[in-house]
């Protein structure tokens, strides 16, 4: 039972993450030889605020 687990900055659509989980989905079944019942996924969105790159809050490098 293969978990795949996403994180990804909030702000996505539902259709945005059902393509990617249904993308991730088949494509690991067809590398892996699995079925794609067998695929959880999970997608993990965090707040901006909560997300850094190179020391530097993420909403303040990139502000909206």
């Known amino acids: ?3 795949i687990k996403v994180e990804i900055l ?7 993450k059902r393509e ?6 088949k494509e690991t079944a067809r590398i892996i030889k699995v079925s ?3 695929i959880f996924v999970v997608i993990d969105e965090v707040k901006k605020e909560n997300w850094a790159i190179g020391g530097e809050l993420f909403v303040d490098k ?3």
């Open 1 to 3: 039972m293969p978990i």
């Open 10 to 16: 909030e702000g996505r659509s539902r259709e945005q």
């Open 20 to 25: 990617l989980a249904q993308t991730l989905t």
């Open 36 to 38: 794609e019942a067998s």
């Open 62 to 64: 990139y502000p909206d």
